[in-house]
């Protein structure tokens, strides 16, 4: 497979391939995201 | 300071690893892995779906273990039991975000390559149910208004261990529309695939661990955060004229 046919929209199958990789990765970083962005509103703690 | 400083530079060059095997791992799935006879192409979904389905049965354990230990430390060790409670919950949050990944890729792959998108067969439910206990033990840790969170959470967690060899074995008890094991008997993967398999099951595991080991730490800082304040109002109120 190529670039091009990976990004191959014209049939249902390689349109879910395409949601799958794009989507896992998106709702991946989405989540570090929300830790991320959790981690510089929580209070850094007394030492 | 010097020993954050230091888990601080590890967690980088994890996360740095992690993405390294990933993108080895993507690439091998797109461009290497030799294309499946009758699903074609399609069956590239199976590389990272088979990564999340099979540590959506891994994570359950570390919060099944985070908390047991949390249950036994809780009266003896109570600033321990409070890291586990966090390794519990973190783990937990990573175990609903495999799981719900690995059912929505399955149903991705399914519509394809059955027809359908969802089958009520003993592997489809069994993962179903996984991912619903893991929402309802998050649920109960948010909305739950009593003091014992952590107690009634941790029993909840040991219910939804139980589930796990269920799942597992569910493709070996019961015929199912979901396809048989594909690591030894007779549905043997191609030996060409196996690097790609190898490849994203390490990249999705070791950004798992990273998850696990960020969602630790911020559950930590919380919880230290809580302590502080919870001091601060102590002081005060000892303080303050009677």
Redesign the interface.
Known sequence: ??WQ??FDFS????R??V???A??IA??LG??GW??R??TR?????? | MARSSTLRTIAWFWLAASIAVLVVGFREAIFLAPTEATMGNLQRIFYYHLAHAILSLVFPYVNLAASLAYLYWRHRDPLRALSADALAVASAEVTVLYAGICLATGMLWGKPAWGIWWAWDARLTTELILFLLYVSYLMLRRFSPTGQVGVLSAVLAVFAGIDVPIVFMSIRWWRTQHPAPVFGGDGSIDHAMLPAVFWNLAGWAMFGIFLIGFRFALERRRQLAEQDAALLALEASLETPQ
Do not use: D, E, Q, S
């Not at chain 1, 929580?42 to 030492?47: G, L, Q, S």
């Open positions: 497979m190529t046919t990976f049939t249902m199958a390689h879910h391939l949601f799958v990789y989507g896992v709702i991946h989540y570090l830790i991320a959790n981690w929580t209070t850094r703690p007394h030492k």
